[in-house]
């Protein structure tokens, strides 16, 4: 079945951001988390240390409308840069404005609100916001309060 998903690095901290995003849509992970110590060494790259093999190799997170999060911890050792910026957003289109809110309001603890939740002139409530692990979201509700 085809799907669409969103994949996202972060530099050791993939397991708590899942960990918030799973409290927050309140699903499950689709598989048990897999680690870097599961993967085979790779040609020429020096052993992991130990607390590279319990980094994040793979993750995966269904949120809303059968959209799956993915993500992984990216490793310096490895030559991984992680540049934050606004590369990736997330836009949500929850079914109720009550939905909306909930998840808005979950999603802004610790994080920035760019725009609050607001009726916008095509008609919808629309609102962003960066989450406290940086990542950028977006709302867009069609049903009318």
């Known amino acids: 079945m085809a799907r669409t998903s969103t994949y996202l690095n972060f530099m050791g901290n993939t397991e708590a951001a899942f960990n918030f995003y799973r409290s927050v849509f309140g699903t499950e992970f689709l598989a048990p988390i897999d680690r870097m110590g599961s993967a085979p060494a790779m040609p020429g790259q020096p052993p992991l240390s130990e607390h590279e093999k319990n980094l994040v190799l793979h993750v995966a997170l269904p949120i809303t409308g059968g959209h799956v999060l993915m993500g992984t911890d990216m490793m310096e050792s490895m030559g991984h840069t992680l540049k934050m910026g606004n590369n990736v957003n997330l836009n949500l289109e929850p079914d109720t404005l009550a939905e909306t809110e909930r998840l808005f309001n979950a999603l802004a603890q610790g994080g920035e ?11 919808d409530t629309y609102g962003t916001l960066t989450d406290k692990f940086g990542i950028h979201w977006m709302f867009n509700c069609t049903e009318k309060s």
């Open 113 to 123: 609100v760019g725009m609050p939740l607001q009726q916008m002139f095509w008609g």
